[in-house]
């Protein structure tokens, strides 16, 4: 069974920084894509910004020029660093990836989520 692991989330002032680590543990054979999503009171999950297997990356409009998606595969993690955040930023935030377990079949696993909170 695999899991993953989020850290890094917390209470930061308009205009600062925080980095969002996420580790997958367990049986872990290979991960394709990894990605970052958020989620405000009220709304919708929404994708922030993903990584593949080779290091290529996409953000969403919002958070480009501002998030950076970084992974280290030796180590099964993936990074999401934050900058010029703004109160429009707070949200529960979650890691997911697409993993091979020992079956040899990729699943979509989710991390369990990190608040975001950012003041004025």
């Known amino acids: 069974q695999v899991q993953l692991v989020e850290s890094g989330g917390g209470l930061v002032r308009a205009g600062g920084s925080l980095r969002l680590s996420c580790v997958a543990s367990g049986t872990v054979f290979g991960i394709n894509t990894m990605a970052w999503y958020r989620q405000a009171p009220g709304k919708q999950r929404d994708q922030v910004a993903i990584i593949d297997s080779d290091g290529g990356s996409d953000y969403a409009e919002s958070v480009k020029g501002r998030f950076t998606i970084s992974r280290d595969n030796a180590n099964n993690a993936v990074y999401l660093q934050m900058d010029s955040l703004t109160p429009g930023d707070t949200a529960v935030y979650y890691c997911?990836?697409?993993?091979?377990?020992?079956?040899?079949?990729?699943?979509?696993?989710w991390g369990q989520g990190t608040q975001v909170t950012v003041s004025s």
């Open positions: 997911g990836a697409d993993i091979r377990d020992w079956s040899s079949r990729y699943k979509y696993y």
